[in-house]
């Protein structure tokens, strides 16, 4: 399979109303390496223009993605059909865990809908290569028995809904990118920290929650252990910071699609590997006792048994061997940073 990039330099995000995709779409402003870059934003929503953003060089459209007219009309807009899709738009974690149907809808069916789209323009020979195609999954889609590190060969198992939706998606993914149809990039994010705003429907949102909360001076309930001194506090998560990740995600678009392993384009983004108990140190190290005294307490045994599931520990060459970066420094410069962000008024 022989695929090489299309250079219109038109950028379709979907869920671009959403926090990744909406970071995402002023860093591809920002870009050197994409100058004069257009964007399509669309999400069921209707997505915001960056701020700063060249004059017409943004589209918005309020789309829902599970209907194919509405993905039609993401296709013939003023800008032309997009050489890239960062598909991002979907149902988080704990969302398609209650309610089933709507993962399923959202998070496989529209994706697939998406890459007919897609496939289409490849078909009809209107776009010059296929189109890339940037789909954002997740580390949801391992669970079970893992090895101690997770590394590109382990096999994914999920253990929830969400984990199950992300999974499908990502192998009609590259079987549409091994007919030629896409040329796609399979993201599998880490748990992203510090999330600004306020808390998602992600199973992981107390990960942020625990640090962003106290740090605006509110109160944050931490769903793992009883007490600072429980044991569940270990449980440890596989995390990036928000800034490093929209970085790889601007290198995704990059990446000759010849690096890639030849059987699969999904790759687990670099990460680092912290716990609960040491978030809450770099808490502590940051904004002082005062801050901490701001966490209490709830266990909730299934929030704490789907974050059980996900690994904690990979190996980062393959990733870093394609380009992609890592956090370096742990915990206590994000937490430090999403503090200066609070007193900025930007969080
Ligand atoms: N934030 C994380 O830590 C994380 C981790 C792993 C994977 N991801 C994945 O990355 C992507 C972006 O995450 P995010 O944190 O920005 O999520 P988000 O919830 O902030 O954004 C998702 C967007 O999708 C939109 N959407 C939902 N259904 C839609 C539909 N039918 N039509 C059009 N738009 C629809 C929502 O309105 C929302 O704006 C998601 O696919 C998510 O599953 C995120």
């Known amino acids: 399979m022989t695929i090489s990039n299309p250079s219109s330099n038109v950028v379709l995000i979907t869920g671009a109303g959403g926090w990744l995709g909406g970071i995402l779409s002023s860093a591809l402003l920002a ?5 004069d870059v257009k964007l399509i934003l669309a999400d069921i929503v209707e997505p915001q223009v960056p701020a700063g953003a060249p004059k017409g060089s943004v589209i918005t459209r309020k789309a829902d993605l599970c209907d194919p007219a509405e993905i039609d009309q993401l296709f013939t807009t003023a800008h032309g059909v997009p050489d890239t899709i960062y598909c991002f738009h979907g149902i988080m974690s704990r969302g398609s865990e209650d ?11 529209s994706i697939r809908a998406m890459l007919e789209r897609a496939r289409a323009e490849s078909d009809n020979g209107t776009s010059p290569s296929p189109i890339r195609f940037i789909f954002t999954s997740s580390l949801a889609v391992y669970g079970g028995p893992l090895p101690d590190v997770v590394g590109p060969s382990t096999i994914a198992t999920p253990e929830g809904a969400y984990g199950c939706g992300k999974l499908v998606s990502e192998i009609m993914v590259n079987e549409y990118t091994r007919r030629g149809y896409v040329d796609g990039r399979i993201l599998r994010l880490p748990t992203i920290v510090v ?11 107390f990960i942020s929650g625990i640090i962003r909360e106290p740090l605006k001076g509110l109160q944050a309930v931490c769903p793992v252990g009883d007490s600072l001194q429980s044991p569940e506090l270990d449980l440890a998560a596989w995390v ?8 790889n995600f ?33 808490l502590r190290e940051v904004a002082g006792e005062e801050a901490l005294k701001l966490v209490t307490f709830k266990d909730d045994p299934t929030n704490r048994r789907i974050v059980s599931s996900w690994p904690a520990r990979f190996d980062n060459s393959y990733p870093v061997g394609l380009g992609f970066i890592a956090d370096e420094g742990g915990m206590v410069p994000i937490v430090r940073r999403f503090q200066e962000a609070v007193k900025a008024g930007t969080a």
């Open 99 to 109: 309610n089933f149907d709507l993962g399923l809808k959202v998070n496989i069916d």
């Open 240 to 247: 990036a910071s928000p800034e490093t990740t929209i970085r």
């Open 195 to 205: 999330r600004p705003g306020v808390p998602s429907a992600a199973t992981s949102a």
């Open 250 to 282: 601007v290198i995704a678009k990059h990446v000759p699609a010849s690096k890639f392993l030849a059987h699969t384009r999904a790759v687990y983004l670099p990460g680092f590997t912290t716990t609960v108990r040491e978030e809450l140190d770099a």
């Open 31 to 35: 870009d050197p390496e994409t100058p």
